[in-house]
């Protein structure tokens, strides 16, 4: 699934989020957090922290014992100033704004400046490679101080508050009362999976929510043994005996949630080896959230989840056990995918924190199609919590 532009934050969120960076900043000996933004390219960041109606080059700089201070183009100045979250605004003219961060980073003389560059986290990697270079030219000698801004980022956007968790709950809610929808009217024999598709977006808008990620692809419904991938439908006709799979996530207040569950066309009995596929699905994402904890690398419950997989004699799953959500439902942060995965690595080794918010869903592959029951966890100070509900048993269309 691809992720949406994000919302911005609240701003009655700001401050303690920050609060949060600070933390981390001071766990990694980085003095300074720069983000540099432009109009036309803006960092995803640049908008929670004042920045995002610059017109030309703006810096934010978040110091690590909480001094907030912006560098803004004079017509900018103002407009960032209403922010409310800089202390200190200072504005440059038409001598650009290097001189400007060279005069700031060398009255404060910085060991480690965070900015938003990173290889394997889009969300943190706001700084293009051509500003980065213009930043670096600006600080002159201080360039080999510039470090990787990705752990604020993640900080910042995926350890939730409680009251963002509330509206994660929310979201959770709302989608499973259009999942149940789905099977008291929707789901059918002899409809296409377009037609179920269409059908439970029209849910979403009669409940005025959005999808969690664009509509063309959420809810993606999958008909029996049809190819598994982000789009919306194959163009298949539901047929009894089949199985049905929807991959469906809405958005509430923000912040998204992602789920799916299953579907048995065609009344009782569910044919045994449906059966047990959904019977390993169960135990597999059971072994999953059971490893969930604080300062666990994200490896660790993909390795428990495909530990019952592989051994129940399925084939491995192509894709990871779970990611984090938020404002995007596949927020910035800690995956729960193989250590050596060369997509996933640098994320399957960060350790997850509490108010982070993980989906849980291996996935078991039969003859029949695949079998998902996609969860969303919330890890706490101690474990785990469920926020969604997860099916017992396969969901019969009679």
Not at 48 to 74: F, H
Not at 200 to 222: D, H, K, N, Q, Y
Not at 288 to 295: D, E, L, Q, T, V
Request: glycine share 10%.
């Amino acid at each position: 699934m691809q992720n949406m532009v994000s919302d911005e934050l609240r701003p009655d969120f700001l401050d303690k989020k920050i609060a949060l960076v600070q933390k981390v900043m001071k766990e990694l000996e980085v003095d300074l957090w720069l983000v540099f933004t432009r109009d036309g390219a803006p960092d995803p960041v640049a908008a929670d922290i004042g920045l995002g109606g610059a017109m030309a080059r703006t810096a934010g700089i978040i110091d690590v014992n909480g001094d907030k201070c912006a560098i803004a183009w004079r017509p900018d100045a103002e407009a960032v100033k209403q922010s409310g979250f800089y202390d200190k605004v200072f504005y440059y003219e038409d001598e650009g704004i290097s001189p400007k961060i060279r005069e700031f980073i060398l009255n404060r003389g910085p060991k480690r400046i965070a900015v938003n560059s990173s290889q394997d986290f889009g969300v943190a990697d706001g700084l293009t490679h051509s500003m980065r270079k213009y930043l670096e030219d600006a600080v002159g000698e201080y360039a080999e101080k510039l470090v990787s801004a990705e752990d604020l980022v993640i900080a910042f956007r995926s350890r939730l508050l409680p009251d963002e968790v509330e509206l994660v709950k929310s979201a959770i809610s709302k989608c499973e009362d259009i999942l149940e929808a789905a099977a008291e009217g929707i789901i059918r024999a002899g409809k296409t999976d377009r037609q179920i598709h269409e059908e439970i977006l029209g849910e979403v808008r009669r409940a005025g929510l959005e999808t969690a990620w664009p509509e063309a692809g959420c809810p993606s419904v999958t008909v029996g043994a049809d190819p598994v991938g982000h789009v919306g439908y194959n163009n298949s006709v539901v047929e009894r005996g089949k199985l049905v799979r929807l991959d469906f996530g809405v958005k509430y207040g923000g912040y998204c949630c992602d789920l799916q569950h299953v579907y048995y066309v065609g009344g009782e009995p569910i044919p045994k080896e449906d059966q047990l596929m959904f019977e390993t699905a169960c135990e597999a994402n059971d072994a999953a959230i059971a490893s969930i904890k604080p300062g666990v690398p994200g490896y660790i419950p993909d390795q428990a989840a495909r530990r019952v997989v592989l051994g129940a004699g399925y084939p491995n799953y192509w894709h990871g056990t779970g990611h984090p959500v938020g404002r995007l439902v596949h927020e910035v942060g800690p995956r729960l995918a193989p250590k050596d995965s060369k997509d996933y690595a640098a994320a399957a080794n960060k350790f997850l924190q509490p108010g982070m918010v993980l989906t849980v869903e291996p996935s078991v592959f039969g003859r029949s199609g695949m079998c998902n029951l996609e969860q969303d966890v919330l890890v706490t100070g101690s474990g785990v919590e469920r926020l969604s509900k997860r099916q017992s048993t396969i969901t019969v269309i009679e």
